[in-house]
């Protein structure tokens, strides 16, 4: 019985997901960018489209306070993840505290208003990608100045790529990571299928259908994993240090 209830919600939880975001973008263009409006409206879509979605997030209490003790500590670091969806960025917004993602700036973020101070007071750093020395710089200053229990900077360097086998992360591309030779924690996430990945984004009728699946009782799973924390070494070059990381990443990928 409860599960025929859950059916029946489907449309009316999709409808009321539709009209959550028509009217949080029209909201955030009125505000005229006042940035802690902007902070507000975002963090509570995040949440209530959270409830909305019967996702099931995965993680280990040992992972998960692997987490919490780096962040309360003076550890000068930055967590490195794979991007395989566009899921990602909210199971990991709906698992992990004070965190804000490295951003490359898009023309589509002046919609919601979503400009320098918004994301600042989320945790998060813009990039500019023919910016290339004025985003290490960035990205060095904002993990050197972090004190105990401030926002932890996630970024992805696989830049939305297809990984070369399903059974594998997606290679990194970008090194602003790993210039600063900064130590990094690896965050790993792992579908249960691979339905909402990049694989399927040219198929639009494929990604509505996926994208449904989200909305139905039947829990859909996502897995996610915190490593242990890896030290740059001066020795090797930034794109050893890139590619340690990232073999690293990818045999803990396959073991999970």
């Known amino acids: 019985m409860i599960n025929v209830i859950h059916y029946i919600l489907i449309p009316f939880k999709i409808i009321l997901f539709v009209i959550l975001i028509i009217v949080a973008i029209y909201v955030l263009k009125r505000i005229n960018g006042d940035g802690n409006i902007t902070t507000l409206i975002i963090q509570f879509c995040k949440f209530a489209v959270h409830y909305l979605m019967s996702y099931n997030i ?13 962040l309360y500590s003076d550890e000068k670091f930055l967590c490195v993840f794979n991007h395989i969806s566009s899921l990602d960025g909210l199971a990991l917004l709906s698992i992990f505290p004070k965190m804000g993602f490295v951003l490359n700036r898009f023309e589509e ?7 320098d101070i918004a994301n600042e007071k989320m945790g998060g750093l813009f990039v500019n990608t023919s910016e290339k020395n004025n985003t290490t710089c960035k990205i060095a ?12 900077l996630f970024i992805s360097p696989s830049a939305g790529t297809l990984p070369d086998e399903m059974k594998n992360i997606a290679r990194f591309l970008r090194k602003g990571a790993f210039i600063n030779k900064s130590n990094i924690l690896p965050i790993l996430i792992k579908f249960q299928d691979n339905s909402l990945s990049f694989y399927n984004k040219k198929n639009i009728f494929g990604r509505i259908e996926n994208f449904i699946k989200l909305f139905l009782p039947e829990n859909y799973t996502i897995k996610i994993k915190v490593g242990d924390m890896i030290v740059g070494n001066e020795n090797e070059s930034i794109e050893q240090y890139r590619d340690r990381v990232y073999e690293i990443m990818n045999q803990q990928y396959k073991d999970m």
């Open 58 to 70: 995965e993680i280990s209490d040992e992972d998960y306070n692997k987490y919490m003790r780096y």
């Open 141 to 152: 200053k904002k993990i050197n100045e972090r004190k105990c229990g401030d926002n932890i």
């Open 109 to 115: 973020y002046n919609y919601i208003n979503l400009d």
